[in-house]
């Protein structure tokens, strides 16, 4: 949790120059620790750790664009994969403790990565898919940064909608729309399973 909180609130603030590499380093070491955080199928998640970590170094330090989306798009699998093994050990929790809550809080920042990171992907695939101020100010696609994807996913995600940041194209808006939707259905599903848990071990 203390690696995917550096990597929500506190690279975005650092100097531009510094971030890249910041979500780069922070990014490997949430491979790592998510894989031994699951209980089963450790050794797999390892494996998958250690491939997204090859690719995304390789894309970070030679910069070749295909490699950089193929990184992204691992890395997306990756998460999803693990927000969903988190539902499923909260789910199986016997009882509500500090580390279910942990883990609960941990799933909600890892979905804002994984939406981040498919705008990132949309993004790079069509720069005019959301009116970033940065690409707007004549930025290229080479020095857009993490933060600001990351930004707008946690704003829809949790139904803010400041409109600073808007979709432009279809595929965009679609996006937007079950990045929202599925925010609060996270939100909605654990909720419930943590308050029916706590609500049986109270009654037993």
């Given amino acids: 949790m203390f690696f995917v909180f550096l990597a929500v609130f506190i690279v975005p603030i650092l100097p531009v120059e510094w971030r890249k590499f910041s979500y780069s380093v922070l990014f490997t070491c949430i491979y790592f620790m998510s894989a031994l955080a699951m209980e089963k199928h450790r050794k797999s998640f390892l494996r998958f750790a250690i491939a997204l970590f090859l690719v995304e170094w390789i894309s970070s330090v030679f910069g070749i664009r295909y490699v950089y989306e193929l990184s992204r798009i691992l890395s997306v699998i990756f998460f999803i994969i693990v927000v969903g093994?988190?539902?499923?050990?909260?789910?199986?929790?016997?009882?509500?403790?500090?580390?279910?809550?942990?883990?609960?809080?941990?799933?909600?920042?890892?979905?804002?990565?994984?939406?981040?990171l498919l705008?990132?992907?949309?993004?790079?695939?069509?720069?005019?898919?959301?009116?970033?101020?940065s690409l707007a100010e004549g930025s290229t696609i080479d020095q857009f940064d993490f933060s600001a994807p990351m930004y707008f996913s946690l704003v829809t995600i949790t139904t803010l909608g400041y409109g600073d940041i808007v979709p432009q194209t279809t595929i965009a808006r679609s996006l937007a729309t079950f990045m929202g939707v599925a925010g609060q259905l996270y939100i909605a599903i654990i909720l419930a399973l943590l308050v029916?848990?706590?609500a049986s071990r109270r009654s037993s």
């Fill in 85 to 116: 093994r988190m539902i499923a050990m909260i789910a199986g929790a016997k009882v509500v403790s500090a580390k279910t809550i942990i883990e609960a809080i941990n799933g909600y920042l890892l979905l804002s990565i994984v939406f981040g």
């Fill in 119 to 133: 705008v990132m992907f949309v993004t790079i695939a069509n720069p005019g898919s959301f009116n970033f101020p």
């Fill in 196 to 198: 029916g848990k706590y």
